[in-house]
């Protein structure tokens, strides 16, 4: 991986301050800063990836920044045009240069936003998340959310949010509007239990689902108990599951996996069961990977090698015991290893044992998901890519 100042030296190059900006070498740019971005998207997740690498990848971004700099109004004119473009990480990183380049007014903003079709809307809250306080309080006003069109009103919204700058008394306005988009923005940031305990019993099941995320940031053991109530209902939420596995204890494990029964919640009970990481639950997902359910088996393999590690590839030269699979021999050559008391996250003890500047972004998030505090509570904001819609995506979804 190139480090920043490699990938400045190639830029400063190919620009030259003085010379005409090449058309091609800014478009180049954009790209990059698009493509950086999702890749910062899935690193904030990553079970390889140290914090301090998360750095070096900033570095890389902000690069990219300076050749688009260099190229001055050529470089703006060039944003504008791609502000429309189907690729939503290409419309953020579009909407992020032409915010700091041009640090438009709020007109110019506004008329920009309103013509933003709603399956865009995610890339602009991205780039107002990404973007100075300073940025925001001069572009939105608290007064004027209220008389803002849906589509404007959703993304001022969240990006208020994002930075805590918006009133409660604002938010408890915002979280009685018509449409869903705009409550969820507020239940993605609400931090008033009052408003919470509301959006919880939202109509709109992605609102519920955001509010109850909100409730695991300021009281994990108060959405555990939700959770819970949520999951042993007639038809438990897929998204309570989820929570569950993520701040539950080894008690949990029985109830997920007798919900692995039901087609409805059976993707999110494995999930969970991978997030709550007891190997006690190997035995029970082998049982699931040698069933007659293609589907399932594999989300249940990939469940049980968070738990047991990577199953080898066989060996001809080492071939299996008669009758049992490569998943059955690993797991009985790794459990005489496993202390079954310990949680296990990609093969590894949760929380993380070894050298501390090491520890995986995996491991980072999901402490900071309960922490909440200090140096982690940007980080507890993130959210795995469909993490609200329980989807199985590797797709980036920007604004999540």
């Known amino acids: 991986m190139p480090s920043a100042l490699a990938d400045?030296?190639?830029?400063?190059?190919?620009?030259?301050?003085?010379?005409?900006?090449?058309?091609?070498?800014?478009?180049?740019?954009?790209?990059e800063v698009a493509h950086l971005a999702i890749q910062w998207r899935k690193l904030l997740f990553s079970p390889e990836v140290p914090l301090r690498r998360l750095r070096s990848h900033a570095g890389r971004i902000e690069a990219h920044f300076d050749g688009l700099r260099v190229g001055g109004p050529a470089s703006i004119s060039m944003v504008r045009e791609k502000l429309v473009a189907d690729d939503p990480w290409v419309v953020h990183a579009a909407a992020w240069v032409w915010m700091e380049m041009s640090q438009?007014?709020?007109?110019?903003?506004?008329?920009?936003?309103?013509?933003?079709?709603?399956?865009?809307?995610?890339?602009?809250?991205?780039?107002?998340?990404?973007?100075?306080?300073?940025?925001?309080t001069r572009l939105i006003r608290d007064p004027s959310l209220e008389s803002l069109p849906t589509g404007l009103r959703e993304v001022a919204t969240d990006a208020l949010g994002w930075h805590g700058m918006l009133p409660s008394a604002t938010a408890a306005k915002l979280a009685e509007?018509?449409?869903?988009?705009?409550?969820?923005?507020?239940?993605?940031?609400?931090v008033y239990p009052s408003l919470i305990a509301r959006l919880l019993e939202d109509e709109n099941v992605t609102v519920r689902r955001t509010a109850l995320w909100s409730l695991l940031r300021q009281d994990p053991r108060a959405a555990l108990e939700r959770g819970r109530q949520m999951a042993s209902s007639l038809q438990p939420d897929a998204f309570a599951l989820r929570v569950i596995g993520l701040v539950g204890n080894g008690n949990d494990a029985t109830a997920l996996l007798s919900l692995v029964r039901q087609k409805t919640?059976?993707?999110?009970?494995?999930?969970?069961?991978?997030?709550?990481?007891?190997?006690?639950?190997?035995?029970?997902?082998?049982?699931?990977?040698?069933?007659?359910?293609?589907?399932?088996?594999?989300?249940?393999?990939?469940?049980?090698e968070s738990l047991a590690g990577k199953i080898p590839k066989p060996n001809p030269e080492q071939p299996l015991p008669t009758g049992i699979s490569s998943a059955r021999f690993h797991w009985q050559q790794v459990r005489k290893q496993v202390d079954l008391a310990k949680r296990f996250l990609h093969g590894q003890p949760f929380p993380w044992l070894g050298i501390s500047t090491e520890e995986p972004m995996a491991w980072v998030w999901r402490r900071a998901v309960t922490a909440n505090t200090?140096?982690?509570?940007?980080?507890?904001?993130?959210?795995?890519?469909g993490f609200f819609a329980d989807l199985l995506t590797d797709e980036a979804l920007p604004g999540e």
Do not use: Y
């Open 8 to 31: 400045k030296k190639i830029i400063l190059e190919t620009t030259v301050p003085g010379r005409p900006a090449v058309a091609d070498v800014l478009h180049e740019h954009l790209e």
């Open 104 to 136: 438009p007014d709020v007109a110019s903003l506004f008329e920009q936003l309103q013509n933003t079709p709603p399956e865009l809307l995610g890339a602009w809250k991205e780039t107002f998340r990404k973007l100075p306080p300073e940025f925001i």
């Open 177 to 190: 509007v018509p449409e869903p988009g705009v409550r969820r923005a507020v239940a993605r940031h609400a």
């Open 265 to 304: 919640v059976a993707p999110a009970a494995l999930l969970a069961l991978r997030d709550l990481g007891r190997p006690q639950c190997a035995e029970a997902l082998l049982e699931i990977m040698e069933g007659e359910d293609a589907d399932l088996a594999l989300v249940a393999m990939g469940v049980f």
């Open 374 to 385: 200090g140096e982690l509570a940007w980080l507890s904001r993130e959210v795995p890519d």
